[in-house]
């Protein structure tokens, strides 16, 4: 029987930030694989590279300052950091997509739960405000 190949897998990834004071090694060699279906937690104390390894993956780490000096990033077992930004920017939002921490840049609390995920629907699947609705409870 074949195993099938992890969903999400990180091998041996390096962040770095270059800044006149020097280089921070923000996420320095991280590996870890994700299968369809399962859930990890990345937990440290802050400042040891969660959000970066999160805005690695996504590929939106600001460069300059920062930079992904090498590694893979496997999902589906396409290397995002080898694909073109266009194709990048088809994946995240559809395929792959991050909440983050920040309130004022995560969930909105003027619209409910369910609109924010209607409105990804809208987006990225082109379906209609009824559809994208619908989909939310099937």
Not at 2 to 24: D, I, M, R, Y
Not at 66 to 79: C, P
Not at 83 to 105: L, N, V, Y
């Amino acid at each position: 029987m074949n195993t099938p190949s992890p969903l999400l897998h990180l091998n041996h990834l390096k962040t770095h930030f270059f800044t006149v004071e020097g280089t921070a090694k923000a996420v320095d060699d991280v590996s870890f694989s994700l299968n369809k279906g399962e859930t990890i937690g990345l937990v440290g104390e802050s400042g040891c590279g969660k959000s970066v390894t999160a805005l690695s993956i996504m590929r939106l780490v600001k460069d300059p300052p920062g930079k992904i000096v090498s590694g893979e990033i496997l999902f589906d077992g396409t290397d995002l950091l080898q694909i073109p930004a266009s194709r990048m920017k088809s994946i995240r939002g559809k395929r792959i997509a991050m909440i983050f921490q920040e309130p004022m840049t995560s969930l909105n609390p003027v619209y409910t739960i369910g609109d924010q995920i209607a409105e990804m629907l809208l987006v990225h699947e082109n379906l209609s405000k009824k559809k994208a609705g619908n989909a939310l409870w099937t």
